[in-house]
């Protein structure tokens, strides 16, 4: 969570009634939310039948069933094992102890699945408001400024068909007059087309950087008035889905600011752009479909919808809550319990309530129900009444 003023901030509901209510609504968004992970699941399996298996889809593959299985571990219920724990009526409670246990209590209000809702500064706002025009102008101008890099109104889309290809890896070398030289290394697939235009079968060799094989049989090509290849049509497409993805980023940034959702939502916007403008600009080579086979494509992807998970999971619950929040909760600052003998750990079974002190409840004595205690002068540990020293720091005590 944000610190708000050197503070955490939680939401607090009234009621346990009230928290369990939201809380359900919460988990059944990250259930369904969880099955967006399936789709990259299956544009890797895709891969597989397609005989591309490496570990640029190996490794995303047990990335996403990790992610799957601690989603899962979320929307469940766990129930804790009695392990036979002082009981609260069995002895009596310092006030320090009672304090703890009533913050405790209250902590049991907060809701676990709203933790990355804030009160949100009016800084983080400006910054909010002022990241999302930047990406909805920026998706504005790509879908300007689109059709003046990749112009199409002199050319003429024709559908060529792959001929043959193979996949080299080429070194492009630049000379200066100072008599040094600079390299840049990367693979390209030479293809070589044919396609047919004014009724004449043309052919042509073109080159795909940044892949070594294209699976698509024909794609379409842009070609001048004297029927001379110029570029594939996809790419002045790029810029228009890229434009599209900019503006929907700039309005879930927008939503999270008026949602008032932590700053982690920047990762996630971070994971939608950049695994988004691998996917749309190194990924589609020569066609859309393209994005299927090639074989670095899962690592992108990956990234693009664990994105889309995390905005599903964090701006969809916030907005089952109602308008007026006060209503059913407040904000309050987070309180961590502790004590200079231990962390205190209470938690209700039926009627009763028990109690563990983490560090130093004996095995011996936790069955025993009808064990009375005294207090350590040192360390605020628990000494038994039969006993003339502390069992948990060993200290002599005076009866």
Avoid at 332 to 338: E, G, L, P
């Amino acid at each position: 969570m944000d610190k708000q003023k050197g503070k955490q901030m939680a939401i607090k509901f009234h009621s346990e009634d009230i928290k369990n209510k939201y809380e359900r609504k919460a988990h059944k968004v990250i259930f369904f939310s969880m099955f967006l992970l399936l789709i990259p699941v299956a544009y890797i399996i895709v891969q597989f039948i397609n005989g591309i298996i490496s570990p640029f889809n190996i490794i995303p593959l047990a990335i996403i069933v990790m992610i799957l299985v601690n989603a899962v571990r979320t929307t469940l219920k766990t129930k804790t094992d009695d392990k036979g724990l002082f009981y609260e009526e069995n002895y009596g409670l310092s006030e320090e102890e009672k304090e703890k246990h009533k913050q405790e209590e209250e902590k049991k209000l907060e809701g676990e699945s709203y933790s990355y809702i804030v009160s949100l500064s009016k800084k983080a706002k400006v910054i909010r408001w002022l990241a999302t025009a930047l990406l909805i102008v920026a998706g504005i101008v790509m879908f300007c400024i689109g059709p003046n890099i990749y112009s199409t109104k002199d050319y003429t889309s024709v559908n060529a068909t792959v001929i043959s290809q193979e996949g080299e890896y080429h070194t492009d070398t630049t000379y200066y007059e100072n008599g040094g030289s600079s390299s840049t290394s990367y693979s390209r697939c030479v293809v070589e087309i044919k396609y047919s235009y004014n009724g004449e079968v043309k052919t042509d060799t073109i080159y795909i950087n940044g892949i070594e094989y294209i699976y698509s049989e024909d794609f379409e090509i842009l070609v001048d008035n004297n029927g001379k290849y110029v570029r594939t049509a996809v790419e002045s497409t790029k810029f228009y889905i890229f434009a599209g993805l900019l503006i929907f980023a700039g309005i879930l940034l927008g939503l999270s600011a008026y949602l008032k959702v932590s700053s982690i939502i920047f990762l996630g916007t971070a994971f939608l752009l950049v695994g988004g403008a691998i996917l749309v600009f190194v990924c589609m080579p020569v066609a859309i479909k393209e994005v299927l086979f090639v074989h670095f494509g899962s690592i992108p992807f990956m990234f693009f919808i664990i994105a889309i998970y995390w905005f599903s999971c964090f701006l969809i619950p916030p907005m089952l809550l109602p308008k007026d929040l006060s209503s059913v909760a407040v904000m309050v600052n987070t309180v961590k319990v502790s004590s200079k003998g231990g962390n205190f750990y209470k938690e209700k079974r039926g009627n009763q309530f028990v109690i563990s002190r983490k560090d130093q409840v004996d095995n011996n004595y936790q069955t025993n129900l009808n064990y009375k205690a005294t207090k350590c002068d040192y360390c605020g540990g628990e000494v038994s009444a039969e006993e003339n020293f502390c069992k948990h720091c060993g200290a002599k005590i005076k009866k």
